[in-house]
Nanobody
């Protein structure tokens, strides 16, 4: 089970930290990812992290502004989002997959319910 939290309303230029609590899986052996879906749009890749946390991957749209991290001791996944823009407004989802990281949503096996992030201009 994956449960996201930390979403909310923030002004442009502000910051938010999303969390994803994982249970019922061997967390430290799984790659994890963050995706987002804006209203009327397809789900898109945001960031991913290897099982060890050593390797991280970002979409071009968030590179330099978002930081993905994980705490394997706590079974937690995070994304720190800075310099937020109105176009970052979306429902954000965490996801887990059994293989190495991927930028494709279809490659992930389990998903959280999502948390809404709204960035006002």
């Amino acid at each position: 089970q994956l449960v996201e939290s930390g979403g909310g309303l923030v002004q442009a230029g502000g910051s938010l930290r999303l969390s994803c609590a994982a249970s019922g899986l061997t967390f430290n052996t799984k790659a994890m990812g963050w995706f987002r879906q804006a209203s009327g749009k397809e789900r898109e890749f945001v960031a991913a992290i290897s099982s060890s946390g050593i390797r991280t991957y970002y979409s071009d749209s968030v590179k330099g502004r978002f930081t993905i991290s994980r705490d394997n001791a706590k079974n937690m996944l995070y994304v720190e989002m800075n310099s937020l823009k109105p176009e970052d407004t979306a429902v954000y989802y965490c996801a887990v997959r059994k293989g190495p990281h991927s930028e494709y949503a279809a490659a992930y096996d389990y998903w959280g319910q999502g948390t809404q992030v709204t960035v006002s201009s």
